[in-house]
């Protein structure tokens, strides 16, 4: 139950408004955010725009095909989006703009550019990671001015999540591109110091009600380590 | 003096056929990156398994047909094994070491002598670090083996066999250190302690490996020197379809 | 494409608006082996712009149909991520720019890989795009081919590629996104080191003759520093040991 060596490299591009690689074992993953001017969705007007989205990168395994993204690069996405938006760690009413119609958009791009496995837990601290140091652009006339900024991004609780691979009664936490592959199916918790905000069990195979329980104690233990290193 | 050649890399002033060049007919140039010998020859430190007639090579069945198995050898090539050139049967996921029998200009491997390795599980090593893994007159691989106590099969694609009985881990280990020094002279000795330390038993003469199990190339392949496989890897100017011929 | 911005791109004293001079290369680093996945890797950092190449081969030929029994495919891909520009988010998915960058690079190393000693196979390279800042074309060519070296691919030369521009009506080497989107001409070309031919060509805008043969010397006279980095990159990155990672924070250098 320990995870391989976690490393993170805070604001390497500069030309996205916030950035971070995060390494867990030989997984590589960035996260780019932009930030934008967008027209919010019709039925929150007020808020800003959250938009993730994890791009598989055929550089990144040798079975990462060109292509529009297929379903395991969508529940990435998916799964760590809601660990970010459940624990609020974005304040999307404060990127509403005053006097506008439009509001604040920030589009969170993972790219994977190395996969041995546990992409969620790697995705969501590069996530993290970057929008800690994400500035937001200056608005002036309606327009943003990118090379002055307002101030960094605002950030509420801190999500980090622990995924398991599940090998009969047994749980690997952290698994490498093998141990996932050879599982019958993993099980992410992603939690705040609180409460757990977003959860995911993926692929076939059961889960006993006492192993979810176990399973969540221990994210919630692990979490603290976790939460220290994207502190930094 | 050994020196570090990239592609493009000048080698000879003169035309010459060597492996892992190419000529322009004025001059010579390396084609990969590679280790240039004080004996004048390219010794590649990178790159795909080039299979030729008699290799031993260890891989997976991945489909099964009455006319014969397909096997996974990690590289791009195609593998074949008649049902005619086996007296055993596999099943699919079966983990084998089989002899290359012939390589067509197409590089598809036809292969025989098939036998099913089980209770061990494989390591990889790039295919060019293969002859360093094995050594002059296996001197490597007793070393592992000896240390590890395991048995190691050695595929000339990279696939390395370790049995179950034995320091899995360690055996893994040293094969990490063979890829990343593989370079660096003096590797044996350097194993025999390294290994000599982490398991306390004495390296300096370990007993010699048997290998009547397995098939008869993995006897014969260790006559020829460290590095080379007396392959002729030559690229003469422009396209030429000759590249692939086989002495 | 010419007008009033064009006057402040190059002072009296010749010197540019990054402060460099009419033939200087923006600073420069090339690290290889960088990826634990792909057979071979690179990520060039030049000026601004951070660019990773990743390549898998030779290896099975998908779609069938496209395997030649004669040679490897040589498919390159070029890619820009969507956080890579400094304004707007990119839209997912390779442009028509994208598209027309990928061929001509593919068509670059179709000259130089030795593509008849894998038949049937394709040799994929993935070019991606992290940061632009102009000349991206050029620093994508850069690492595609030291990624390829870095693979084992046999090749017959390491080929590297410079753009050249005009502003200011004075021939310039190496333009920035600023200069090329305020200057009179943009001239990406590659070449081999052995000989100088030159295996990418692409040209825009407006340049007299004897403009682009001084553009030609220029490009070509600067890829041999480029192609020296190469070379330090390759050889420095084979000594790595353990687990490789990709330095994204890497500053680049000086070229001399």
């Known amino acids: 139950m320990q995870y391989r060596e976690i490393d993170i490299e805070r604001n390497p591009l500069q030309n996205a408004e916030g950035s971070a690689i995060c390494r867990i074992g030989k997984t590589q993953v960035i996260a780019g955010v932009k930030i934008d001017l967008a027209t919010p969705f019709a039925d929150r007007p007020d808020e800003g725009v959250l938009s993730m989205s994890a791009e598989f990168t055929p550089l990144g395994a040798s079975h990462f095909e060109p292509g529009p993204p297929r379903v395991d690069a969508i529940e990435v996405a998916r799964v760590v989006d809601r660990a970010i938006r459940s624990a609020e760690t974005i304040n999307l009413k404060s990127m509403k703009i005053e006097g506008m119609d439009k509001v604040l958009a920030a589009y969170i791009d993972l790219w994977i550019i190395d996969h041995d496995g546990n992409l969620f837990d790697a995705g969501l601290m590069a996530s993290m990671a970057a929008l800690m140091n994400t500035r937001i652009p200056k608005v002036e006339d309606g327009k943003l001015i990118r090379n002055e900024t307002s101030g960094n991004m605002k950030i509420g609780a801190i999500p980090v999540s622990c995924t398991f691979a599940k090998y009969g009664d047994h749980f690997l936490l952290d698994p490498d591109f093998v141990e996932e592959s050879g599982a019958e199916g993993t099980m992410t918790v992603a939690t705040t110091p609180e409460f757990m905000c977003s959860g995911q069990k993926s692929g076939p195979g059961a889960l006993t009600q006492k192993n979810i329980m176990e399973l969540i104690d221990i994210s919630f233990e692990q979490g603290k380590n976790l939460r220290r290193i994207i502190e930094g | ?247 | 494409m010419s007008n009033d911005p064009t006057k402040k791109l190059i002072d009296d004293k010749g010197i540019r608006l990054d402060g460099r001079q009419i033939d200087q290369l923006r600073d420069v680093k090339i690290i290889s082996r960088v990826l634990n996945n792909a057979d071979g890797s690179c990520l060039v950092v030049w000026g601004k712009n951070k660019i990773l190449a990743g390549v898998y081969g030779p290896r099975e030929c998908i779609p069938r149909h496209d395997a030649s029994p004669y040679r490897s495919k040589v498919r390159c891909r070029y890619n820009m991520a969507p956080f890579c520009s400094l304004e707007e988010h990119g839209r997912s998915g390779p442009s028509r720019r994208s598209q027309e960058l990928s061929k001509v690079i593919s068509e670059a190393f179709e000259n130089v890989i030795i593509a008849e000693s894998f038949p049937k196979t394709a040799i994929d390279v993935f070019i991606d795009v992290l940061q632009s800042d102009g000349g991206t074309r050029c620093a994508a060519l850069t690492a595609a081919a030291v990624a390829i070296a870095d693979a084992g691919i046999p090749c017959k030369d390491l080929v590297c590629a410079v753009a050249v521009g005009k502003i200011g009506d004075t021939v310039v080497l190496d333009l920035s996104k600023d200069e090329d989107n305020f200057g009179q001409s943009d001239n990406p070309m590659a070449f081999a080191s052995r000989n100088g031919d030159v295996l990418l060509y692409q040209m825009d805008g407006l340049l007299t003759r004897e403009e682009t043969e001084t553009a030609l010397k220029m490009a070509q006279e600067a890829s041999k520093k480029i192609h020296a980095l190469q070379v330090e990159a390759l050889k420095e990155g084979f000594e790595k040991k353990g687990i490789k990672f990709l330095p994204l924070s890497i500053k680049p250098e000086q070229v001399q």
């Open chain 2, 1 to 247: 003096m050994t020196r570090i050649l990239v592609p493009g890399e000048e080698v000879a002033q003169s035309s010459q056929r060597l492996a892992y060049t190419y000529t322009d007919g004025q001059k010579t140039y390396a084609t990969v990156i590679s280790l240039f010998s004080p004996e004048g020859k390219v010794i590649p430190l990178q790159g795909p398994y080039e299979p030729i007639m008699d290799d031993a090579v260890i891989g997976f069945v991945s489909d099964s047909r009455h006319s014969g198995y397909d096997v996974q050898i990690g590289s791009a090539n195609k593998c074949f094994l008649s049902s005619r050139e086996t007296r055993s049967s596999f099943k699919l996921s079966d983990m084998i070491m089989a002899r290359i029998k012939s390589v067509d200009e197409t590089g598809t491997i036809d292969l025989t002598d098939a036998r099913l390795l089980k209770d061990g599980q494989l390591a990889k090593i790039s295919p060019v670090k293969v002859p360093r893994l094995i050594g002059k007159k296996n001197s490597m691989i007793n070393l592992l083996s000896h240390a590890t106590g395991c048995q190691i099969y050695v595929g000339r694609n990279g696939m390395v066999f370790i049995s179950n009985e034995g320091d899995f881990s360690l055996a893994r280990e040293a094969i990490a250190i063979v890829e990343d020094q593989a370079h660096i002279s003096g590797l044996t000795d350097r194993m025999a302690q390294f290994l000599a330390d982490k398991t306390g038993k004495d390296m300096s003469n370990p007993p010699e490996v048997q290998y009547d199990s397995m098939p008869r190339s993995e006897g014969g392949s260790h006559s020829r020197d460290e590095y080379s496989r007396d392959r002729p890897r030559r690229h003469s100017g422009g396209f030429s379809r000759r590249s692939n011929e086989r002495r």
